[in-house]
């Protein structure tokens, strides 16, 4: 997160040193000094006017600036603009300074001479307070989190051995690679592999944050590793024992600071419960259980949830479970390790690829793994699902399919070869339909000119009177008299279903005798 800052002094080598520093401070925008309260008040109210983006976070205000004193200009600037959080700048920094900054409604007091670490805090302080008020003046801010900063997930196995460090690593790329500034914490304190599925040798770990009390933007500069694939990271202790130096509120102070630097924080906690990463799941607002699809995993999985139960951590109903070398073929699917250890699962789905991932991982180059591999497509999947992913491009499966893959594939090409068998048989079936229902109409027809004769009617016009169309075509009339009765043979011809396509050649014909009234005395 960037913060625009802006210095109000009228001594100009004040304002030298002020924004030289602040050029230093990491994500510091420094705007131009303006040297008295006028140009101060009159350049945050054009801001205002543009909307609540173009804002400054920060002003600092020196003691000298006039002609308004600095401490009316502090409670002007606080009143009128009350999304900006303002420090003041003086050579007084003692109890009375302070305590009436704070009563103007200043965020903090910076002493002179300027302490590099002094001015970073006291400018976070207020850049967090300011966008903490940002988010409760926006349109949308029943949407927003309780927590103000960037998103913290945790990921905790449920045994060894079920890829939660390469399940971490990868939601960070995909964090980063959607355009995210990305954290990456390591506090499987004694057994962290962060380092080593990255190929990264880095003297600074978590545990040098552990004796700080006040974890400024500096200090965690020093203690991360900028990572060549984009994500900052943050790295277990190398010496296993060293990890006891990380207590809960050391761990609750480093979370803390790095959620206000980064939109988006994701802790490897590994498989055993500590104060440190117990502090990571409580807080996180999304807390992933990785296992697999086996008893023994899924019974650590239904132990470790109800762990976090009794400890008070987390409830199972705000955990989500990523089973790992899923198979559709397997007994235990999703919804059963739902079912057993009461979390919700995640949709998306992380298919076996020890193949894929053989090669990478015994390189230490887990950022290398294939764009096309089922794996990462599965990972970068639940990052999506998690909102970690805003706008980036999944990665498409790779070019070797599954056996299930190649099974569907199969299927699809057996379905598109029997068509035409399916079609010609319905076409027969249908033919077949309208022969039997042309003996129908040849047996009517008749009836009708047998009737119509005995009397001396048309005989043809009778037979055709209830004929469709399609059968009255062609239709054939055969009168005869012998003995006192009138003899009639109705041909039809069967129609066929595309006419002009094929020629039907088979004719059905009717018979029907009645008494010839017409001859009879």
């Keep these: ?16 040193a002020l924004l030289g520093l602040i050029g230093q401070l990491p994500a510091a925008e420094p705007g131009p000094a303006v040297g008295d309260s006028t140009a101060l008040l009159d350049a945050l109210a054009r801001a ?8 400054p976070e920060v ?23 009350p999304a900006v959080g303002v420090v003041l700048l003086t050579a007084d920094p003692g109890p009375a300074m302070l305590a009436a900054a704070m009563n103007s409604g200043a965020r903090g007091v910076i002493g002179l001479p300027l302490a590099y670490d002094e001015l970073g805090a006291r400018i976070e302080a207020a850049a967090t307070w300011a ?10 801010r029943a949407a927003l989190p309780a927590v103000a ?44 592999d962060v380092a080593s599925y990255l190929d990264v040798q880095f003297r600074r770990s978590v545990a040098d944050l552990a004796d700080i009390a006040d974890v400024s933007s500096r200090v965690l500069n020093d203690a991360m590793y900028v990572h060549e694939s984009g994500p900052a990271l943050l790295l277990a202790p190398a010496d296993g024992e060293r990890g006891e130096d990380v207590t809960d509120r050391s761990a609750r102070l480093v979370l803390a600071a790095l959620r206000q630097r980064y939109e988006v924080v994701v802790v490897d906690c590994g498989t055993q419960v500590t104060s440190a990463n117990a502090v990571a799941v409580e807080t996180a607002e999304v807390a992933v259980l990785v296992t697999t699809p086996d008893v023994i995993a899924v019974r650590a999985a239904k132990r470790m949830v109800r762990m976090w139960d009794r400890l008070q951590i987390r409830k199972p109903q705000d955990t989500v479970t990523v089973v790992n070398r899923h198979s559709r073929a397997g007994e235990i699917q999703p919804s059963l390790i739902a079912r057993i250890t009461g979390t919700k699962t995640a949709a998306s789905v992380i298919p076996a690829g020890f193949r894929e ?68 048989t319905l076409i027969l079936v249908w033919q077949a339909v309208l022969a039997g229902y042309t003996f129908t109409l040849a047996g009517n027809a008749a009836d009708q000119a047998a009737r119509a004769a005995a009397v001396g009617a048309d005989a043809g016009a009778a037979a055709r009177s209830d004929l469709p169309d399609a059968w009255a075509d062609g239709m054939s009339t055969d009168v005869g008299r012998a003995n006192g009765q009138v003899e009639v043979t109705v041909g039809l011809r069967v129609p066929v279903l595309f006419p002009g396509a094929i020629d039907f050649p088979l004719t059905v014909h009717g018979h029907a005798k009645t008494v010839d009234e017409e001859g009879t005395p």
């Design 1 to 16: 997160m960037s913060v625009r800052i802006v210095a109000a002094t009228g001594d100009a080598d004040a304002a030298r």
């Design 48 to 55: 205002a006017e543009a909307g609540l983006d173009e804002m």
């Design 59 to 81: 002003v600092i205000v020196h003691d000298t600036i006039g002609p308004m004193p600095a401490l009316d200009l502090v409670r002007d600037v606080a009143l009128r603009f």
């Design 131 to 140: 966008v903490g008020v940002r988010r409760h003046l926006s349109p949308d």
């Design 149 to 192: 900063g960037g998103t913290l997930v945790a990921v905790a196995g449920a045994k060894g051995g079920v890829g939660t460090t390469v399940t971490a690593v990868q939601l960070a790329l995909a964090a980063h690679a959607s355009g995210r500034s990305t954290a990456l914490v390591d506090l499987d304190l004694q057994g962290g």
């Design 357 to 424: 991932l053989q090669p990478v991982i015994d390189a230490g180059r887990l950022q290398d793994l294939d764009a096309r591999s089922t794996v990462k497509a599965g990972i970068w999947g639940l990052a999506g699902e998690l909102g970690l992913v805003t706008g980036a491009v999944l990665p498409a499966p790779r070019g070797k399919r599954s056996r299930r893959d190649r099974d569907r594939g199969q299927v699809t090409l057996e379905t598109l070869g029997m068509t035409p068998v399916i079609l010609v």
